[in-house]
């Protein structure tokens, strides 16, 4: 029970605990719910929102960085970009803590962001939030549920409204999410790490439509001992071998240990790799990409004391090969040509001190720099062109919403 207490407490669901309490001020300002979403199919309808108002929180630019406000109407965790309605046009995507709802939004860019719809998730759902084509080559928003229902949302936009469809329930917390063919078999995989595993201790759920119907199947914990995943996942290529495979973060709750692990399908089950040799804070996130700007993808892992672990296969193991510090309480980590230079960086969310950092290798050492501070806890950061100018920028979210920053 202790070991339990251990792993609900502090290595997940903390962070529920803090949008719980710190978000009840926000919660208040929302006033427009557009629609609400029954069981099974559903349909939100689209409708602008007044409450992209600026904040009285103060955020601040690194050298060279401006930020502009997306949104700040309340605690935002879930952050993907893309285009979301299939009609050509790039979108940002946040999820609004509503506790104990959540609400995803929408915004668009034109000449200034607009909130340009909301969906009413009945359910509260933190950063298992995906865009993408899932199972028809169309592009869906998908989000998971973090209370113990375990419950997966699809969205479709019908060109008028946004139509929901159940995927089925894990009966576990899902807090991550990744997207992938990570069977090799050539067909879109949804990705959903867990929390709070029962027996036999899962690290995700993986979910595949049949052309029919969404399909779920577990994917356990190769530790063989009460375990299970961590905010952290991922899909990708990080051997440079051309096969994606499944990066994730492994809580051992009896030992009250923090792994990173990566999970290649065998044509039959789930083979466990283990990249790190020593022991690891709380991973919070995982991105795999070439970081390094050589060519080689690497494995990015954002652990809650120092920073970030840079994690190598040497073609029979895994080396760590960088520890990079940029400060305590890292929650989120994004890889990306950040400043339009087109030079790769790394960008680390911190919870606190609350700001967004970057990374940059200048072919010796990773060099650090101030993207912004933020006046509250940064949950996850993002990059891409969400205007659809041809500009890569840097966006985050957290209490104070979701900011944007240009490098000048």
Partial sequence: MKAEGFCKLWAQVWLVLIFAGVDRSVIAQETRPNAALSTGKAAVTAGNSSVNWVGSEQVQGGTGWAPAPVFTGGFTVGLVQGDGRNDGTVRLYGTQITFPTSTL??????????????????FFAEGALLLTDGRD??????????DFGGNTLEFTWDGASW????????????????AGDARGDGSPHLYFSTSNAPAPNNL???YTFNGTAWMSAPIASPLGRFSNGTY???????????????????FDALLGQFHAYELSWNGADWDASRLNSGLLAQVTDIVVGDGRNDGTNRVYVAVWDTGLREFTYNGSGWDQTADISIGPNVFGVAIGDGQGDGINRLYTAQHSPARVMEATFDGATWQTALVGN??????????GDARGDGVKRVYSSGQSGVFEFTHL
Avoid: C, K
């Avoid at 080559?137 to 973090?146: F, N, P």
């Avoid at 139509?163 to 990744?178: E, R, S």
């Avoid at 933020?374 to 990059?383: D, E, N, R, T």
């Fill in 137 to 146: 080559g169309g592009q869906h928003l998908y989000v998971a549920d973090s």
């Fill in 163 to 178: 139509i929901g469809t159940a995927m089925g329930a894990a009966g576990q917390q899902l807090i991550g999410a990744a």
């Fill in 232 to 250: 952290a996942i991922a899909v990708a290529d990080g051997r440079n071998d051309a096969v994606l495979r499944i990066y994730q973060g492994v």
């Fill in 374 to 383: 933020l006046g509250g806890p940064v949950i996850q950061v993002s990059v």
């Fill in 105 to 122: 939004r929408e915004f668009t860019f034109d000449g200034s962001w607009a909130n340009t719809s909301n969906i009413n998730v009945p």
């Fill in 204 to 206: 995700s759920f993986e």
